[in-house]
């Protein structure tokens, strides 16, 4: 059984719906950034799948990319996650809502 | 046949990682699941023959970014069970799934007509990590260069937020004040 | 000769435009002065070009710029010094500097000073436009222009009621015969391809009768709006609400003839429809009777003048309908002169009396108003047509040229007419200067006006006393241009019994009129005497009750639909589906406001929600994409 680049998509797409689901239920802030890194990394997957069966780098070289910027992402988050946290004590997302309109 | 069996084992195995990351109701296990899933990815960069982005994937992911990660977790009571009220949970699974079936609709069913050519096709004869760094030393050196900066930016901002009397400058302050301060710290800890 | 022309035309512009700069500040000597100067400096110019055309230097023709030029249409803003011109402009720079003078005295306790002269002179150079454009495209622009400066001016005091009501009562009538100017501008330009005079006139003949008879009558209508000619001569007696050296230069000198002066300019068009003419001669001896039988009995000094000068107007068209275009230039002209200084002499009487317009509440006024007395006296008898006086070079001519053209009836209608003018001429004389000192009944104490304003008013006087003798010198400059046709009466005798019986008529009309008005017995008249429960008098003193029909017939049902329209289709089709939009945007954003808890979980959820739609809608392009060719295959079979 050959697997092909659409098996691996799927499974892209797979991970991808669970990082969603992560985004939407968390509460907790921490929690919620763990999320955003599976988001990330099953799109990952499909560049470096993509990359290899097209015979094309530019995948790869987006991948890159994209770890550079989650780790720049994490390193600024945890900081305000940190501020936050010194200022209310707390790091949960419904006591977050000073944006109400 | 090898293929095959890696790639089903891992698919499922980063998919139960993932799974327990965002159900979990300890933050500690879910923080343990992720790097495990980071892991287990990094596996599938290596059957796709991108030995050098999976190198990467372990030592960045798995390693720096779950470390810090794993340094914020510190400051916040991890033991304690994360409380979660949950809202319609359908609305949640609906949203995803329709996300992940249209996104294999564009890309399985392809919708993106064939023609794609290799931009930067991969060089026979040399390894990839070699490959890699001929093309994001040429085509995507700027790029690059712009990442380092994002990327120094992003140390410093870590360090202004995260730090304690970031406000402070001790250049601007004289020999008094420093000896102030000196002294005030100094009580805290006898104290 | 182009500098010349460029100041007559410029001037007033720049007059304008200073005065317009203090309009906001208190009243500053200095701007009269310099609006008056440069008035002056455009007569001067204009003599200068007057001289030049005199000496056969020829027609001075200048494109200052290219105006529009769209496919095949092609306007500049071309200006010509032509016989005809020059004669209006003459006409037009010389009243407006006398005005101009004039109103530096009349307007001096007014607050509105500065403003007045900014109006003033930019009505002159919409005038110079009017006669000086080389197309009917510069003289529609003209047009309008004196239409604009002529609704500021009688609505000068917009603080009154009435003052606006006749500002607009103008505009709106001078509205209504533009679009038939506009409609004729059209024709011209659909048939001929031009709006320059000289190849649109050129193309003319070529063209079908029935074409150029409506052209001709389209123009006219447009005409008969400028010139308050019946039926749409209701607003020149209202406009007399404006200040009187405006009533002097606009509703008497210039603007009204501008009318005339189309004609006169059209006249290769209207040679080749004698019929539009014939039809404008009849109804410019109406509109003499007519008016001048208004005049017999009105009670308000400014409006038997304006009644006069419509009823001249009359005579005007008469002549011009009637081929003699020449003739009715030159009374046009010899009008001005005469018709401005009697206006500028009423303005003198009502400085006097603060405002008073009925003259039997006057009287007498002779003995502290001499020099006025003696200027309105000459400028009547100018009017009424004595010899040796202006009026009765042109007027007499003109009915001349009714009788030689042997149009009997329209010669009876202004005969008669030019004894209904001396009398109420010499009525208003009788009843303002003669008689009993009424005035010191009212607590009034009169006073001459200023020296300058009386010297400023003298070439008017000249001018109005030896018009007459310049007949053969403008005969042969005009007939450059126009139709050279001299009216001679064949038979000398009856040229002699004709003459003689006009001047004895007209005299005993003026004798009449000094016997009943001039006597000590007259009172104001309080509605109880004979005469004036008479149903004519009430008919004439009601103006044949026109107004009144106009309130009722055509103000009043257009009231009625106005406002069936405001309340039907503006109220509930046009606001309703403006608020409603309005109502959709403010209700969803007043739904979706909850949308905007603030709470971040939440806007997440939308946001996947959003990332759900948009790739929903790749989805659909790229389907619609791939299978394009299908679909329009489908679509065509379905006929679309």
Request: hydrophobic letters at 55%; aromatic letters at 14%; one cysteine or more.
């Amino acid at each position: 059984m050959e697997i092909g680049l659409n098996h691996y998509l799927a499974l892209s797409a797979i991970l991808f719906s669970i990082g969603l689901v992560g985004v939407m239920r968390r509460k907790n802030l921490l929690l919620l950034f763990l999320a955003t890194e599976i988001l990330l990394n099953s799109v990952n997957i499909a560049f470096a799948a993509i990359s290899h069966y097209y015979g094309d780098l530019t995948g790869q070289m987006f991948a890159f990319f994209v770890i550079a910027i989650a780790a720049s992402e994490v390193a600024v988050g945890l900081g305000l996650l940190i501020v936050w946290h010194k200022r209310h004590g707390n790091i949960d997302l419904d006591t977050m809502s000073t944006m109400r309109g | 046949m090898f293929e095959a069996i890696a790639f089903y084992l891992f698919a499922f195995l980063t998919i139960s990682m993932f799974y327990i990351a965002v159900t979990t109701q300890q933050a500690l296990y879910a923080l343990s699941a992720i790097a495990a899933g980071m892991l287990f990815i990094s596996a599938f960069f290596f059957i796709l023959g991108a030995d050098f982005l999976g190198a990467v994937q372990i030592i960045v992911y798995s390693g720096a970014v779950m470390a810090l990660y794993a340094f914020g977790m510190m400051f916040f009571d991890t033991t304690r069970e994360v409380k979660e009220k949950h809202g319609n949970s359908m609305i949640v699974l609906g949203l995803s799934v329709l996300v992940a079936f249209l996104v294999v609709v564009i890309f399985a069913v392809p919708l993106v007509s064939g023609n794609i050519t290799a931009l930067y096709p991969i060089v026979e004869g040399a390894g990839n990590t070699q490959e890699v760094g001929m093309v994001l030393f040429t085509k995507y050196l700027v790029p690059f260069e712009v990442a380092a900066i994002m990327l120094l930016v992003a140390m410093v901002a870590g360090i202004v937020l995260a730090g304690k009397k970031m406000d402070l400058s001790l250049t601007l302050m004289n020999e008094a004040q420093i000896r102030d301060m000196r002294d005030e710290e100094n009580k805290k800890v006898l104290s | 000769m182009e500098l010349y022309l460029y100041i007559a035309l410029f001037a007033p512009l720049v007059s304008s435009l200073f005065s317009a700069l203090f309009t906001a500040t208190p009243k500053k000597m200095f701007t009269g002065v310099v609006a008056s100067g440069l008035i002056i400096s455009a007569l001067v110019s204009s003599i200068v070009l007057l001289v030049h055309i005199l000496n056969g230097g020829g027609v001075v023709h200048v494109e200052l710029m290219t105006w529009m030029e769209t496919g095949d249409l092609y306007i500049p803003f071309g200006f010509v010094v032509d016989e005809v011109s020059v004669t209006m402009m003459m006409v037009v720079t010389l009243v407006s500097s006398v005005v101009h003078v004039y109103s530096v005295g009349y307007m001096d306790h007014d607050k509105g000073f500065n403003r007045f002269f900014s109006y003033l002179s930019a009505f002159v150079f919409s005038m110079m436009v009017l006669v000086m454009s080389d197309n009917f495209a510069g003289l529609f622009i003209g047009w309008e222009g004196v239409g604009l400066c002529s609704w500021l001016l009688i609505g000068f005091w917009y603080h009154k009621e009435s003052a606006t009501w006749a500002a607009n009562e103008a505009f709106i009538m001078n509205r209504i015969a533009d679009l038939g100017m506009l409609i004729g501008l059209f024709l011209i330009y659909w048939h001929t391809g031009t709006l320059q005079y000289t190849e649109a006139f050129a193309a003319m003949p070529s063209l079908n009768t029935e074409i150029v008879t409506w052209i001709g009558i389209f123009l006219f209508i447009g005409a008969m709006g400028k010139s308050a000619q019946f039926p749409l001569h209701t607003w020149l007696a209202d406009a007399m609400e404006g200040p009187t050296p405006v009533s002097a230069l606009i509703h008497a000198a210039t603007m009204v003839t501008a009318g005339v002066y189309l004609v006169v300019r059209s006249s290769p068009l209207f040679d080749l429809i004698p019929h539009v003419g014939l039809f404008i001669a009849s109804l410019g001896a109406f509109v003499a009777l007519f008016a001048a039988s208004m005049a017999l009995v009105n009670r308000d000094m400014k409006r038997i003048i304006a009644y006069s000068t419509l009823s001249q107007l009359g005579y005007m068209f008469v002549a011009a309908g009637l081929g003699a275009y020449w003739v009715a230039l030159f009374h046009l002209m010899a009008h001005a002169f005469f018709k401005a200084l009697l206006f500028l002499g009423a303005g003198n009487v009502m400085h006097a009396m603060h405002d008073e317009l009925d003259p039997f509440k006057m009287g007498g006024l002779k003995k502290p108003m001499k020099w006025t007395f003696i200027m309105m006296t000459l400028a009547s008898v100018a009017l009424a047509g004595i010899y040796p006086f202006a009026g009765f070079f042109s007027k007499d001519l003109i009915l001349e040229v009714a009788f030689v053209e042997h149009h009997f009836i329209l010669y009876t209608v202004l005969l008669f007419t030019a004894g209904l003018t001396a009398f109420y001429s010499f009525r208003l004389v009788a009843l303002i200067f003669h008689g009993e000192e009424r005035y010191k009944l009212f607590g009034v104490h009169p006073h001459e006006a200023y020296k300058f304003m009386l010297i400023g008013m003298s070439p008017l006087l000249l001018l109005a006393i030896i018009a007459g003798s310049f007949k053969m010198t403008y005969f042969e400059m005009v007939t450059a241009l126009l139709p050279a046709t001299e009216y001679h009466i064949h038979s000398h005798l009856t040229f002699w019994i004709m003459t003689i019986g006009t001047q004895l008529f007209v005299g005993l009309s003026i004798l009449y009129a000094y016997k009943k008005y001039a006597n000590s017995s007259i009172t104001v008249p309080n509605g109880t005497s004979k005469m004036e429960n008479s149903f004519v008098y009430k008919m004439l003193f009601n103006q044949y009750y026109i107004p009144y029909l106009y309130q009722e017939y055509f103000v009043k049902p257009y009231r009625e639909l106005s406002t069936v329209f405001w309340e039907q289709v503006d109220m509930k089709i046009v606001d309703a589906s403006v608020d409603g939009i309005a109502g959709i945007v403010y209700g969803t954003g007043e739904k979706t406001r909850a949308m905007q808890s603030g709470n971040l979980s939440t806007m997440l959820k939308w946001m996947v929600a959003g990332t759900v739609g948009l790739l929903s809608l790749a989805v659909v392009f790229g389907l619609a994409a791939r299978y394009s060719g299908e679909i329009k295959t489908i679509l065509s079979g379905l006929g679309v």
